[in-house]
């Protein structure tokens, strides 16, 4: 069975940045496609970024482009979301989900397997 612990969320000052890390274990039939999805309170979860884990292919959502990335280490079995620059409509919870395509998707309901999520808060 796949598992995705998140890690790296904190309290921060808008301008700052953050890197937050995604450990997946197990299988990789559904983590072939890695992505982050972020819920603010009161809103629909959103897509963030997503990177093909084989091919490092990526795409990344327009209201972060520029100011985040999406990279994987194959050595720790790893997935990270640098974020700089960080904005206050940044503050949400941050998760890690895994899907069996071979192409982005961009659907939370496409992606099979997802972390509990690690918690980013931009204040001044």
């Known amino acids: ?12 000052s808008p301008g700052e940045s953050l890197r937050l890390s995604c450990v997946v274990s197990g299988p990789s039939d559904s983590t072939k ?9 009161g809103k629909e979860r959103e897509f963030v970024a997503a990177i093909n884990w084989k091919t490092t292919g990526s795409s990344i959502a327009v209201p972060v482009k520029g100011r985040f990335t ?3 280490d194959n050595a720790q079995n790893t997935v990270f979301l640098q974020m700089n620059n960080l904005e206050a409509e940044d503050t949400g919870v941050y998760y890690c989900a895994g899907a069996g395509t071979t192409w ?3 659907r939370a309901h496409e992606y099979d397997v997802w972390g509990q999520g690690t918690q980013v808060i931009v204040s001044s």
């Open 104 to 106: 982005i998707v961009y």
């Open 70 to 72: 999406i990279s994987r």
């Open 33 to 41: 496609i890695m992505a982050w999805f972020r819920q603010a309170p």
């Open 1 to 12: 069975q796949v598992q995705l612990v998140e890690s790296g969320g904190g309290v921060v």
